[in-house]
């Protein structure tokens, strides 16, 4: 059966049957969650976190987070 001819609900139902047998019923959850998608701007937030840094501070802030 071609995938075109499958209404969006009856495609939702058999992927989540396969990811289930396939992966459990946690794992579906866990594969399900990292398509949620999230609420706000993303490019405020990040302005509002970052403000003006540059990538190579944001580089070692990493780097230093990491020796620790």
Known sequence: MSTQTLAVDSIRERGFKVLTRELGAAGMVQF???????KGDYTKERHKILGGLKVDQVVAEIRHRRSK
Do not use: T
């Open 32 to 38: 399900m969650q990292q398509f949620q998608s999230g």
